[in-house]
């Protein structure tokens, strides 16, 4: 097979990618294997560290950080998409007013760090930790999901704007019925990532004492009465941090599918052209007969 992107590797490219391959992934084992090494080295699979989190209590605060967590982001995601679709439509807007204070706030906020807006929130408005953690999520998360949006309608080709205009649809027809669906294929990897960056970026809650996840771990490891506690708190905590990303980016990859499978944007088959009309109201051509002599 040959490619405009780059060179076929020949038999000596791929044997010394095979190499390659074969390298990393013994390098990948024996960081793996050395990571191991110094975990059973401290004892950090005993029971007695581990027998703590047998009990119902611990289970108890674990859960609920999780369900606060998930609280946070759920507000979070639906404020950030709804932010960044009214500043998106802002920066598209044909009213130079509009989209001139439209780019202020976005490229603002886009430029601040969450941290620090969470904490502005937080002691200067005086707003409860659940409030000033998903009103920083959203400032931040959402002027970012405004620049996609924008993009990703920016990147549909100008003629599909062009053809809609011409048969006379309205500019919020020509944005919701044209634009719109069309870009949603390509903004899509960027919306999950960025609402993966929004469910990581739910932990800075601990630091204005929201009750979430991290703090919740962060709790229970100060409450350990052996050394290194954190460990076996983090070996519980990154797993189901990591599965929430990943659940996230297989609905990405389902929502994908779903859309190549509706019937709405599937292929439509044509038939093969016919002799016929060459014009309306034009005369139509007989078909010839195999029967005719020349």
Request: hydrophobic share 50%.
């Amino acid at each position: 097979m040959t490619t405009a992107l780059y060179d076929v590797p020949g038999p000596r490219a791929r044997q010394r990618h095979r190499l390659y391959g074969i390298a990393s992934t013994v390098v990948i084992l024996a960081v793996l294997g050395w990571i191991l090494y110094l975990l059973f080295a401290t004892g950090q699979f005993t029971a007695a560290k581990w027998t703590p989190f047998t009990y119902k209590g611990i289970q108890e605060l674990l859960l609920i950080g999780l369900g606060n967590t998930l609280r946070a982001f759920g507000f979070a995601a639906v404020l950030s998409l709804a932010f960044g679709a009214v500043f998106a439509t802002g920066r598209l807007s044909a009213h130079r007013v509009v989209r001139w204070v439209s780019t202020l706030v976005v490229e603002f906020f886009r430029a601040m760090p969450v941290l620090v807006m969470i904490f502005f929130i937080y002691v200067a408005l005086r707003a409860e930790p659940l409030v000033a953690l998903v009103a920083g999520l959203t400032l931040y998360n959402g002027s970012v999901l405004a620049e996609v949006f924008r993009s990703g309608i920016n990147s549909v080709d100008p003629g599909q704007r062009e053809a809609a205009y011409a048969l006379g649809m309205r500019k919020t027809q020509v944005m919701t019925q044209v634009l719109a669906p069309q870009a949603v294929r390509a903004m899509l990897p960027a919306i999950i990532s960025q609402l993966v960056v929004a469910l990581k970026d739910t932990s800075l809650g601990y630091l204005i004492t929201y009750e979430e996840f991290l703090h919740a771990g962060k709790l229970i490891a100060s409450n350990l009465d052996y050394g290194l506690p954190f460990i076996p708190v983090v070996m519980i905590i990154s797993p189901i941090y990591i599965g929430m990303c990943m659940l996230l980016s297989w609905l990405a990859n389902w929502v994908a599918k779903r859309q190549r499978r509706n019937p709405k944007v599937e292929a439509v088959e044509v038939a093969a052209p016919e002799p016929g009309t060459l014009l309306p109201g034009g005369p139509a051509r007989r078909r010839p007969d195999p029967n005719d002599r020349p």
